[in-house]
Nanobody, 120 residues
Framework: QVQLQESGPGLVKPSQTLSLTCTVS??????????WSWIRQPPGKGLEWMGV???????YYSPSLKSRTSISRDTSKNQFSLQLSSVTPEDTAVYYC????????????WGQGTQVTVSS
């Protein structure tokens, strides 16, 4: 059974960098052909896909966020991380990490989500 858990600060000041880590258990982030994603949901809005790091380390980002988004991984810890720079209050959201299992299984495992508030 794959489990994912987000961790990181719940409050970030405007202009600073938001950093979150997803810890994966029950499966390896290097196992083909899965990919590991960050998705967020601002209050009162729908889910927004942010980006992904695939099993081979390749990364892909939402065009609207690419300029200030970075996803990395630490295979020795079975973790992957999100960095979102130059944040504003519009970045306030619940942030989720999730596994992409392919076009059939889609996003088959999710973390519980973590609230991040951008405020001074």
């Amino acid at each position: 059974q794959v489990q994912l858990q987000e961790s990181g600060p719940g409050l970030v000041k405007p202009s600073q960098t938001l950093s979150l880590t997803c810890t994966v258990s029950g499966g390896s982030i290097t196992t083909a052909y899965y990919a590991w994603s960050w998705i967020r949901q601002p209050p009162g809005k729908g889910l927004e896909w942010m980006g992904v790091i695939a099993y081979d380390g390749s990364t892909y980002y939402s065009p609207s966020l690419k300029s200030r988004t970075s996803i990395s991984r630490d295979t020795s810890k079975n973790q992957f991380s999100l960095q979102l720079s130059s944040v504003t209050p519009e970045d306030t959201a619940v942030y989720y990490c999730a596994r992409f299992g392919g076009t059939y299984y889609f996003y088959d495992y999710w973390g519980q989500g973590t609230q991040v508030t951008v405020s001074s």
